[in-house]
């Protein structure tokens, strides 16, 4: 996986890790930290994590290298 897979990735975790405290506790971590949902921070980062999902939907599609090419 290139950089840019690897971000979108770890942005998709942050979001599901934020959305399942939600959930489960009611606390939305990214506000906490970056003061509120309707901070401009908080609004990038969602942004930010919405895009990586989009971008994480092509990944699913992605052909993967043979088996053997990756041990080179």
Same mark, same amino acid.
């Given at each position: 996986?290139?950089?840019?897979?690897? %971000?979108?990735?770890?942005?998709?975790?942050?979001?599901?890790?934020?959305?399942?405290? *939600? $959930? @489960?506790? &009611?606390?939305?971590?990214?506000?906490?930290? %970056?003061?509120?949902?309707?901070?401009?921070?908080?609004?990038?980062?969602?942004?930010? *994590? $919405? @895009?990586? &999902?989009?971008?994480?939907?092509?990944?699913?599609?992605?052909?993967?290298?043979?088996?053997?090419?990756?041990?080179?």
């Amino acid at each position: 996986m290139d950089f840019i897979d690897n %971000l979108a990735l770890t942005l998709v975790i942050i979001g599901a890790v934020n959305w399942g405290s *939600v $959930g @489960i506790f &009611g606390f939305d971590f990214v506000s906490a930290i %970056l003061g509120g949902s309707g901070s401009v921070l908080s609004r990038i980062v969602f942004t930010l *994590v $919405g @895009i990586a &999902g989009l971008w994480s939907i092509g990944l699913l599609f992605k052909e993967k290298a043979p088996k053997a090419a990756m041990e080179r």
